[in-house]
């Protein structure tokens, strides 16, 4: 297991590295519906996950990482009939960020804070599903806050979690990262040239490499959130998607199926997918267009070292996921 960022902060909480043998029959993975579900196959498109049978209310959340596809799956499922339909995408609330979208701080105490807060007094239903596709519970700053307001959410089971995680490349994702940064005009980055930005990520990756914590980088070292998760998260409430292969219509019969949602026919899924796409492209169209730029194309021996520093970050994932190389 590669020592990545959480490392130390893992042993602080007693959540050091142990076999997922070991993990799976602890009753530390207690978070999360599982019931009689059955572990579906990893493969190229996903891993782990289950086919949610329950019939209680359910918040779907996603183990969020910034830039691997929260928004497009957010806007993909709020469409569907079963899904509560007030809330912002981002709740921003369950591991007591700095900042939130709810009418309070986090994190939450109990469910009705939850659902007071961040869904005007809405609740779901059994049979329906809430959703908070923040991107940020799988970072550094948060994950263990997250986990601990999760913990104390589950005392009361009247509600099920189902838990979401898209990953991408990560050294496309860092990549990407640094260009929202000039793309939303962030101060410092508002007139940044490609080769700025290449300076930006080489000292970005070099500060990390001597253990100092940078979020576009170690956002991309998903095997030390994912293995923290698995801690206290049982795999059948855990999906991991593929962001690559979030076009793939047999991986959204997957999400539905994982989050207890009624499976829409593969034509209706088709085009929802191209009006959420379409929709996307249009705003980020209008996004470069206000910061009169474009998307950073990294020099290729930048984009070299950052696929180097994340190799035997990916090695040790594969292993946990049991899937093929996604990337």
Partial sequence: MVMG?????????????????LRQADDHASIGGVGNSVLM????????????????????????????GTTMMHNVLKGHPSVLRVGPKELHYLAGEAWTNCAKMGPAQTWDDVWNDCFKGERPQNGQVAIDFTPSYGGMFSILRFLRSLRRLSTDDSVDFRFVAAIREPADRAISS?????????????NATDADLDGVMTSKLLARQTGKLDR???????????????????????????????????????????????????????????????DYQLIQALKYNESDSVPYVAATDVAEKLSQHYQPFNKDLWKILGSPNWW
């Avoid at 793309?183 to 508002?190: C, I, L, P, R, S």
């Avoid at 994982?258 to 959420?276: A, F, Q, R």
């Fill in 5 to 21: 960022y959480l490392a130390p902060a893992i042993v602080a909480a007693g959540l050091a590295s142990r076999p997922l043998a």
């Fill in 178 to 190: 640094i260009s929202m940064q000039r793309k939303n005009m962030v101060a410092g980055y508002e």
């Fill in 216 to 278: 576009a980088i170690c956002d991309g070292e998903y095997v030390d959130s994912i293995e923290t998760f698995l801690a206290e998260i049982p795999k059948e409430a855990l999906l991991v998607v593929n962001q690559a292969k979030l076009n793939e219509i047999t991986l959204w019969k997957r999400i539905y199926q994982h989050l207890g949602l009624s499976v829409p026919e593969d034509e209706e899924i088709t085009k929802t997918l191209d009006k959420v796409n379409e």
């Fill in 41 to 68: 196959a990893s493969d190229e498109l996903s891993a782990f996950g289950s086919n949610y049978s329950e019939n209680k209310p359910v918040l779907a959340v996603s183990l969020g990482f910034q830039k691997c």
